[in-house]
Every structure is written in C-alpha cells, then in structure tokens.
C-alpha cells in the first residue's frame, strides 16, 4: 500500500471516487478525482485502513466507492458507510465493460471500470434491505433450501429401492414425503447383501443431514 503522508494539500469539497473490488482477503482500489485516476493498490480487506488512507491522502476531500454485489453480501458496504465512505452496491451486469475487458478480467480491471463509470456518473445503486430484513430472507431461503435438499434424498432413496426391484407398498407410492410409517417399512426390507442394507440406511440418513 503506498505512503499516506500528505502534509502540505487541502482538498476540502472535492469528490474521489474510489472503484472497489472486494474479496475475503484483499480489495483492488482505485481512486479518481477531476477526470484522472490519482491512486491505485492493493491493501487487505478492512475499512477502516482505506478510510485512513483515503483522510490521509486526500484530506478533507469526500469520498464516494462503489464494488460489484457478491459474497460478501451488504457487511462491506455498512463497514465502508461507517467508515465515512460514502459506497454503493452495483449489480456486476450494470458495470459497463469492452469486449476486451470482458476476456481479460481481473480484480485491476475490474476496480479501475468501477470508479472510471461511478465517476462518470453511470452506476446505479442497487436496492439495499434493511439487515433484518436480510436475515428473515436468510432463513427462508434456508427453508427452500432444505426441502429441495429433502426431496431429493427421499428420490435417491426411492430410486435405489425401484432399481433392485423391492416394491413400494401402495400406500406410499403416491406420497413425495418420508413418513414414520414408510420408515418402519422400510427397516423391515430384506436385502441380499449387508452392504445393499447399508446403502439404503446411508442414504436415508441423509436426509437428516442434508
């Protein structure tokens, strides 16, 4: 990261917009101001580094980032509000790229698109929901999640007694779910080998664990 002594420049009023591409454990940056891009590093995954840079650097100057949504969902973003940054999240296909740029991606491209377009004005922030909100969304994509999950262990399951010819009884043939009553039956099945029944036993076990 490079030096952040700056003892003698006033930029109060003047806006840098700083370009980000964000992973677990480093960010690309690129700042711009005026049409040019006076600063580009790479620093490790914190902002309140940035941020100390930034006031260092460029002090009294306002600072506006922007980076691609991805992983890291919203936590960067409220770090880098908190901060004193002033960051929007953008949607990566709203991030305006050449066919050039497109076939050699990387995380120095990528940066330096973010703040040439958030500078130029042409970036959208996407919609931000409130953490809580998130965190119910969470747990019902966690839900959605788990049935998919469980339907497909109960088809493995199914699949595995229809290929060595152990009929279903009538009763659960039309039913998607794995009943008490369908487990029962099922610890009475016979097969020819112990290992045909710890096949059928290990893949009904996933479906608590999925």
């Known amino acids: 990261m490079p030096s952040t002594s700056n003892k003698f420049n006033d930029f109060t009023g003047q806006t840098f ?3 980000l591409d964000v992973h677990k454990k480093s960010w690309a940056v690129t700042v711009r101001t005026l049409g040019f891009e006076v600063s580009h590093f790479t620093q490790d995954a914190d902002s309140g580094q940035l941020s100390r840079y930034l006031n260092n650097r460029y002090p009294g100057g306002n600072f506006v980032s922007a980076y691609e949504a991805g992983f ?16 929007i999240i953008i949607n990566p296909a709203d991030l305006p790229q050449t066919d050039k740029q497109k076939k050699n991606k990387t995380d120095v491209h990528d940066s330096r698109a973010a703040a040439r377009y958030l500078e130029a004005g042409l970036l959208k922030c996407i919609h931000i929901m409130p953490v809580d909100q998130q965190e119910r969304r969470a747990l019902f994509r966690l839900r959605e999640a788990k049935v998919k999950d469980v339907t497909r262990c109960s088809n493995r399951l199914r699949s595995f ?21 369908f487990l029962n039956w099922l610890d009475s099945v016979t097969t020819v080998t112990q290992q045909g029944k710890d096949t059928a ?3 009904y076990s996933s479906l608590w664990l999925s």
């Open 17 to 19: 917009f700083v370009g």
């Open 72 to 87: 890291c969902g919203t936590s960067v973003h409220h770090l880098l509000c908190k901060a004193g940054i002033k960051n």
């Open 161 to 181: 007694l229809y290929y060595f010819g152990i009929q279903l009884p009538e009763e659960f043939t039309d039913k998607e779910y794995i009943s008490r009553r």
């Open 201 to 203: 036993a290990e893949i």
